[in-house]
């Protein structure tokens, strides 16, 4: 069992940064690949960045390549996504996720265990 709780979210300008934080109650939390997706009001789920069970890969949606970072430390149990030039397109509520898959996936049921969501709002 895993339990994720995310942090970091609130109401930025347009160009500003926010860096969100998930924190994970598992006992091995290198054991899992971890993701973020993101949910916009009236539109579904869809895949934000994804990085491997050591770090050592990453993976990106086009909407937020070279603008946002994923990483994570297996030390603390978290996982951060660094969101910087910052769009109103990228309003949404964040969800962080952990999967056993051993790639690098985009696609929300390959993931097993989901936060409850932080809000980010960016005004223009």
């Known amino acids: 069992q895993v339990q994720l709780v995310e942090s970091g979210g609130g109401l930025v300008q347009a160009g500003g940064s926010l860096r969100l934080s998930c924190a994970a109650a598992?006992?091995?939390?290198?054991?899992?690949?971890m993701g973020w997706f993101r949910q916009a009001p009236g539109k579904e789920r869809e895949f934000v960045a994804v990085?491997?069970?050591?770090?050592?890969?990453?993976n990106y949606a086009d909407s937020v390549k070279g603008r946002f970072t994923i990483s994570r430390d297996n030390t603390k149990n978290t996982v951060y996504l660094q969101m910087n030039s910052l769009k109103p397109e990228d309003t949404a509520v964040y969800y962080c996720?952990?999967?056993?898959?051993?790639?690098?996936?985009?696609?929300?049921?390959?993931?097993?265990?989901w936060g409850q969501g932080t809000q980010v709002t960016v005004s223009s």
């Open positions: 598992a006992r091995t939390f290198s054991a899992y690949a």
């Open positions: 996720a952990a999967s056993t898959y051993i790639g690098l996936s985009i696609y929300q049921t390959q993931y097993t265990y």
């Open positions: 990085i491997s069970r050591d770090g050592g890969r990453t």
